[in-house]
């Protein structure tokens, strides 16, 4: 199948609201196949007033209990239908994904959309598994925890795994009882708006996941501040985080916020170095170079760091570079026009502040005018000020630097903005451990590239984020506590106006 021959199922993407898909508006946006540049669906962008009914339909099913007071049996056997429908329609789906995004159609079937069905099978073992416990303070009282949905999430996803990323959240938001109102980002609608068919048809009652379509500024913004949200779930860009917080903050709602990172790939002269050469090039140029966990600054020991940028280099540059249809792609085209601008400003950026470009930095040879594709890109840079080691570049893009001692290395990861993840190679136990306690990043991995498990927290320090994703900090970011004292025998208790008697 060729790009081209691809009709997607709905040609306009509009909200879906209360089980039902809306009229289109006045205002329609193009969603463009990045890999030919054609327009291959409209989207009709909901203005804050149908923000607003979208919000309503979920507060209202929300109140309802239809879905929140349904018991955890009737939950999971929703989610197990989630679960074989997802599967039924995998191809289906991996096409659209492909179709707006330009991954690569293998790497969406085989590695980003299982976890969608990895997500609502872990929630769905969780609600079989799952208690609250009650517990006595001495003799006196007995103490419980009521744990209720939160009420309405607000979720909001980025371009980069749109559906793996969406469906988390969906997840996590129904498993504790929420309702929700997503909105995908305003260029990667299509296959999150085919699920919402699959959520109606495996038992999800109308109006509990809802869906709006827009750009941040204007439906993501409106969806924030609308009173009826108590809770916002972002996974995207730094920036972007910042608005959504201060957004949220008049009405004092919680927010998790997943941004971005500038994560360092540590690997020393005592690595096993052919598995560190393997993690080095998939932790920066698997999901086309878009991942937030990308391991983009390569710090080498001197000792192996020559050896080590050949042999990347010669790997990096056999990296099959095309239509992401074809099955044999390996890297696809970036996610659109105005970001495929951005990352190749870099190349430039890092001869200017003293880089040597080592391979890349160029539209592959072959593949015609269109599609925004880049060619696997290495730099080496002598000082961790470069911008391109500091910023977020979020394509196909590394920035080597080399080190000394250790400490050196643990200075310039910690030398960042962000803190999302960190990775180590060596076979030096000491080190493993050094790094485990120094690294400023919310996750560090010693020898392997990034494995995502929900019973485990993720998330970032410093302007990484705000919050986990995993099930402790899910369950905290998704409901209410409510703690309850009942005394088991009569209270010493002041007897106020009893004196006189
Ligand atoms: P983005 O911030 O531009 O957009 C993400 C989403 O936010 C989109 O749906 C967008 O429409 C919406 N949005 C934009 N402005 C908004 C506003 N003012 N109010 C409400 N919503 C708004 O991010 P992106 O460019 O789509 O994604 C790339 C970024 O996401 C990278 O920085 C990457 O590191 C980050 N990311 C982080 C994680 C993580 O788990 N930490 C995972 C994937 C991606």
Request: charged share 20%; hydrophobic share 45%; aromatic share 8%.
């Amino acid at each position: 199948m060729t790009t081209s021959s691809f009709t997607p199922m709905r040609t306009t993407i509009t909200s879906y609201i209360d089980g039902q898909w809306q009229p289109a508006g006045a205002l329609l946006l193009p969603v463009i196949n990045p890999a030919t540049e054609e327009v291959v669906a409209q989207l009709g962008e909901a203005d804050a007033r149908e923000t607003a009914a979208a919000v309503a339909a979920a507060q209202a099913s929300w109140k309802s209990g239809i879905w929140a007071r349904k018991s955890a049996a009737e939950k999971r056997r929703v989610f197990q239908r989630i679960v074989a429908l997802t599967l039924e329609h995998i191809e289906e789906l991996a096409q659209l994904e492909c179709l707006n995004s330009g991954l690569p159609l293998n790497y969406l079937r085989a590695r980003q959309l299982p976890r969608i069905t990895r997500n609502f099978d872990f929630f769905a073992d969780w609600l079989s598994q799952n208690v609250e416990k009650a517990g006595m303070t001495d003799q006196d009282y007995l103490r419980f925890v009521l744990r209720e949905p939160a009420g309405v999430a607000a979720l909001i996803a980025p371009w980069n795994a749109p559906l793996a990323l969406a469906s988390t959240k969906i997840a996590a938001a129904l498993a504790f009882g929420n309702s929700c109102v997503i909105k995908p980002a305003e260029t990667t609608p299509l296959a999150v708006a085919r699920f919402m068919d699959i959520l109606s048809e495996a038992g999800v009652p109308p109006g509990v996941v809802n869906m709006v379509n827009g750009r941040g500024h204007v439906t993501g913004d409106a969806l924030v501040r609308d009173p009826g949200v108590r809770v916002v779930s972002f996974t995207g860009g730094t920036q972007t985080g910042r608005a959504i917080a201060a957004a949220a903050a008049p009405g004092l709602k919680r927010v998790d916020l997943e941004l971005g990172g500038k994560s360092a790939n540590i690997i020393t002269e005592t690595a096993n170095l052919d598995d560190a050469l393997d993690g080095a090039l998939t932790s920066i140029y698997t999901n086309n170079g878009q991942q937030c966990f990308a391991g983009s600054r390569i710090l080498l020991q001197r000792s192996i760091a020559d050896a080590f940028m050949r042999r990347f280099v010669e790997r990096a540059r056999a990296i099959r570079v095309g239509d992401p249809l074809d099955m044999a792609t390996e890297l696809g085209p970036l996610s659109n026009a105005a970001h495929y601008a951005r990352v190749c400003s870099f190349i430039e950026m890092a001869r200017a502040d003293g880089g040597e470009l080592l391979c890349g930095g160029q539209r592959p040879p072959g593949l015609g005018a269109k599609g925004y594709y880049l060619e696997p890109t290495a730099v080496l840079m002598p000082s961790n000020a470069a911008r391109v080691c500091q910023q977020e570049i979020f394509g196909p893009f590394a920035a080597f630097q080399v080190f000394d001692d250790f400490d050196e290395a643990i200075a310039i990861a910690n030398d960042s903005e962000f803190g999302l993840v960190s990775y180590l190679w060596t076979n030096d136990l000491q080190q493993a451990h050094r790094a485990a306690r120094a690294i400023e990043a919310g996750v560090v991995l010693v020898n392997t590239p990034m494995i995502l498990d929900l019973r485990f927290p993720f998330g970032g320090y410093k302007s990484s984020g705000v919050g986990r994703e995993g099930i402790d900090g899910m369950r905290h970011f998704y409901t209410e506590e409510k703690t309850v004292t009942i005394a088991l025998q009569r209270p010493a208790m002041a007897r106020l106006g009893a004196g006189a008697q």
